[in-house]
């Protein structure tokens, strides 16, 4: 009797031993629940013309809000809010801040003012998102319509010149597709779907348009470990211009960007019950040569780009 008695408590301890090193990681959203996740990253932009180095500082502020509406045994649809969008840029002592917390005024003559009323139309607006069971947002079904709503009357942009076209290029891509997916990304797409054991492995590649620069991102994830409802993970990525990249084309000139590499690694929390960020903390750094061309004009210049992000779980 002692030893089945012994031999019982053996088979508890095993199976409390497996629980602990291996958890389905995947979107598991409460339906109709509000979920809301915070992010906020600093970059520092480092270029060097003529041997004068030229700096450029960032802090970019985004809040989330989920909710699952429906689902599928293949993917769930979501309601997807942006709260709040904030960017504050400080350019060589030029300080702009463009934030969807203002109405801006898309007929200003200044270009922050533009950039923040469009920021204040999409953060009124829902999106609706199908999403696999990795995070993946994979369609955003009123892409189209949001879109068009709104940049409905870019047409009264006062700007002129130079700064008027790339204004207009810069909302557009902002409202696009996948700028709007990329943006998702980032707090979602991070899962491997599926059953995982402790020191599993698995990858996510992605490509994303940053600052009109096309990047191929290829990130492994690490599973350390489990605690209670958290599972811990550590993430790399590496990071390079994407093959065949389309030069950036301003004012006349074509930037190419081709040499761009970088690393990006971070220590990141998951609720396994949700499968939702807890926290996410990383530090990125990309290097390399832009190639900058113009009628008679040519030459190098060289990048350096440093950065830190953390996303968090607000509820």
Known sequence: ????????????????VVAQTTATLKMNLEKNKVYRLKSVSEQVITQTMNGVQQTTESKVNYTISLKMIDATSDFMIAE????????????????????SVSEGDIKSAKTDDVISSIMNRLSKNALYVKMDFTGKPFE????????????????????????AAAVKKEITNMISDNSLKTMI???????????VSTGDTWKISQQMNSGGMMLDII???????LNGNNANITVESDI????????????????????????????????IRTGLLVEDKAKSHIAGNLGISAPGFSMQMPMDINGESKVISLQ
Not at 7 to 15: G, K, L, Q, T
Not at 140 to 163: A, E, F, Q, Y
Not at 219 to 225: E, K, Q, R, S, V
Not at 252 to 266: E, F, H, I, Q
């Open 1 to 16: 009797m002692k030893k089945t008695f012994l031999s019982i408590i053996a088979v508890i301890a095993c199976i409390s």
């Open 80 to 99: 997807v809010h942006f709260d709040t969008l904030i960017t504050n840029t400080n350019a060589m002592g030029k300080v702009t801040t463009m934030s």
């Open 140 to 163: 955003i079904v009123n892409s189209k319509m949001l879109s068009d709503l709104i940049l409905k009357d870019t047409s009264s942009i006062t700007l002129t010149g130079p700064t």
């Open 185 to 195: 990304n980032m707090f979602t797409w991070s899962l491997p779907g599926k059953q």
């Open 219 to 225: 990130t492994t994830y690490h599973l350390d470990g």
């Open 240 to 271: 390079k211009a994407a093959e065949n990249a389309a030069p950036i084309e301003s004012g006349g000139a074509k930037v190419t960007y081709n040499d761009l590499k970088g690393l990006s690694k971070s220590n990141m929390v998951i609720d």
